[in-house]
C-alpha cells in the first residue's frame, strides 16, 4: 500500500500542485477525444503523470538526503522570460543528486529481501561516491567498479566513503561488464 498522505513529512507540500497552462495542455492532448484525461502517461515518472510527487515525496532518500535549497537564476530567468530556480543538489553530502537514487533503490531492495550483504556499481563520478556513502549508511559492503582512467580525487573519495575500489578497463562500458561479474561472483546486487 502506498501512502496517501505527506503530512507525516516536515517542509513538504500537503497537497499537489496545480499544473502549469503547458503541463495542462499536454494532458488535454494525451487524454485525447472521450478518454478518461487522469490516463497516465506512456513515459515512466513524468510531471505528466499523476503519481510523480506522491513518488517524490515517499521515496527512500530523506533519512539521508539533506533538503537543498532552490536559488533564484535572475540572468537564466530573463532569457528565458520566466522564473528560474536552480536546486542546489551539490550541497548534498556527495556533492550530487546521485545519492537519491543509490539510497532510494538500496533502501528498497532491503525492504524487499534483495539487498544481502552488499552491492556492485559501476561507475567513474558521482554516482560511485552515492552508492558508496548509501551502502555504508545501510551497513552493507559495496564494491564499485571504476575505468582505470579515473581521476585519483574521483577513486580516492569512494575509498573515503569506506568502498572497495576495482580499477578495471580502458572505458565505462569494460567496467559495467567487470561490475556484472562481480556481482554474480559475490551473489551482490547490481
Not at 7 to 18: E, V
Not at 23 to 47: F, H, I, L, N
Request: aromatic content about 6%; some cysteine; hydrophobic content about 40%.
Amino acid at each position: 500500500a502506498r501512502p496517501t498522505s505527506t503530512a507525516t513529512r516536515p517542509n513538504m507540500p500537503s497537497t499537489t500542485p496545480t499544473p502549469t497552462p503547458a503541463a495542462a495542455a499536454a494532458r488535454e492532448d494525451a487524454a485525447g477525444e472521450g478518454e478518461s484525461d487522469d490516463a497516465y502517461c506512456y513515459v515512466p515518472c513524468t510531471p505528466l503523470r499523476n503519481d510523480y510527487l506522491e513518488r517524490v515525496l515517499t521515496a527512500e532518500v530523506y533519512p539521508i538526503a539533506v533538503h537543498t535549497a532552490c536559488g533564484a537564476a535572475p540572468l537564466l530567468s530573463a532569457r528565458l522570460g520566466n522564473d528560474v530556480y536552480l536546486k542546489r543538489e551539490d550541497t548534498q553530502r556527495v556533492f550530487s543528486f546521485k545519492i537519491r537514487g543509490a539510497y532510494n533503490m538500496m533502501a528498497r531492495a532491503r525492504r524487499d529481501g534483495r539487498l544481502g550483504e552488499g552491492v556492485v556499481a559501476a561507475s567513474a563520478g558521482n554516482h560511485a561516491q552515492g552508492v558508496a556513502y548509501s551502502a555504508r549508511e545501510l551497513g552493507v559492503k559495496a564494491v564499485i567498479v571504476m575505468p582505470e582512467s579515473t581521476p585519483v580525487i574521483k577513486v580516492n573519495a569512494v575509498r573515503r566513503l569506506g568502498a572497495e575500489v576495482e580499477l578495471f578497463g580502458e572505458n565505462f562500458d569494460a567496467a559495467k561488464g567487470r561490475a556484472d561479474e562481480v556481482a554474480r561472483d559475490r551473489g551482490w546486487l547490481f
